[in-house]
């Protein structure tokens, strides 16, 4: 009974030594003696105990690796990158899967040498630009590296997804020395923007000024020709009236002296009424009558000449 209970117990630890599980995303690799058997997808396989061995496992799904290194351009400028690159399995083929296995001894080692590639092939790219160039060929310098270093993966078995260079950086001097440049441009920009709109304010005020006296010059000369064509109306009535009046007292046989008076007298009634707050000063001696008579007879004169 010892000896079949012991065998029994020997079966079961056989038993559960030749399984294993292969979990999702992962390809087991086996090796009989130290040398490749095949591999195992994942599920539960079972395996010779003792002889078979999970060697390694090999993951088919998305990586990612960070990077940060130095690079010095053309002009001898230290630049600082951070990039991120996206990689895979190349396919699940055996031969790719042998490949990823035992081309590198260890993990670590592979992640050392894709981390060296890729730092020299930008600083390659970087050494032929000047410092002044690095921000604006941030994406050349990502399509130069994809273009190299997928060829070098598919060697050790991976594929390319993507690269990111997320971040670029120089030293403090470099840095604050820009900083300048950018500050002093935005000014310049700023002043200039703020002389074009100083210059346009000016100008519309200058055009509004201009409209405004050429409205008020024809506003003028508009009032100026009412002005005279009232003043001639008014001087044309006037002489109207007093070659009526004229006429009127002739028609009642009245001396002319008798009707050249009652014209100076209305004449001074009318000046009268319409300078009512000032003073009127008149001549009125003999002959400073005399000479009015006289002046009001030669208009008289006139306008019956002309009559």
Same mark, same amino acid.
């Given at each position: ?24 995303? /992962? ?6 003696? +130290? ?5 195992? *997808? ?12 999970? /060697? ?7 990586? /990612? !690796? ?12 230290? !630049?600082?990158?951070? %990039?991120?690159?996206?990689? #895979?399995?190349?396919?699940?083929? @055996? ?13 670590? #080692? ?21 410092? #002044? ?13 994809? $273009? ?5 993966? @598919?060697?050790? +078995?991976? *594929? ?12 403090? !001097?470099? =840095? ?43 506003? @003028? ?6 002005? +005279?064509?009232?003043? $001639? ?5 006037? $002489?109207? +009236? ?6 009127? =007292? ?6 002319? *002296? ?14 009268? @009424?319409?300078?009512? *707050? ?6 009125? %001696? ?10 009001? =007879? ?10």
């Amino acid at each position: 009974m010892i000896f079949l209970a012991g065998l029994a117990l020997l079966v079961l630890i056989l038993w559960f030594s030749s399984l294993f599980t292969v979990p999702q995303g /992962t390809i087991a690799v086996l090796t009989m003696f +130290g040398k490749y058997r095949r591999i195992a *997808h994942p599920g539960l396989h079972g395996r010779i105990p003792f002889l078979e061995k999970v /060697t390694k496992r090999i993951s088919i799904q998305n990586r /990612t !690796v960070e990077m940060a290194f130095q690079a010095i351009t053309l002009d001898q400028a230290n !630049v600082y990158f951070k %990039s991120m690159m996206l990689y #895979a399995v190349m396919n699940q083929s @055996e031969e790719m899967i042998k490949r990823v296995a035992f081309k590198f001894i260890s993990q670590d #080692a592979f992640i050392q040498a894709l981390s060296r590639t890729v730092e020299g092939m930008v600083r390659a790219f970087v050494a032929s630009k000047r410092q #002044a160039e690095i921000l604006s060929v941030q994406q050349e310098i990502v399509e130069a590296v994809k $273009a190299r270093i997928d060829k070098t993966l @598919e060697v050790w +078995g991976f *594929h390319l997804l993507d690269l990111q260079i997320n971040d670029v950086t120089f030293d403090k !001097v470099i =840095m604050d020395s820009m900083s300048q440049v950018v500050a002093s441009k935005n000014l310049k920009e700023a002043a200039e923007n703020e002389g074009q709109a100083l210059l346009i304010t000016k100008t519309k005020a200058a055009e509004a000024e201009a409209v405004t006296i050429k409205i008020s010059a024809e506003a @003028e000369r508009e009032a100026s020709r009412m002005r +005279g064509q009232a003043i $001639a109306q008014f001087r044309s009535e006037v $002489a109207l +009236g007093m070659k009526r009046a004229a006429l009127e =007292m002739q028609e009642a046989n009245l001396d002319n *002296h008798v009707i050249l008076f009652s014209m100076w007298t209305e004449a001074l009634k009318n000046v009268a @009424e319409a300078n009512k *707050h000032g003073a009127i000063f008149l001549d009125g %001696s003999v002959q400073g009558f005399e000479q009015t008579l006289k002046r009001l =007879m030669a208009v008289q004169m006139q306008q019956q000449q002309g009559g």
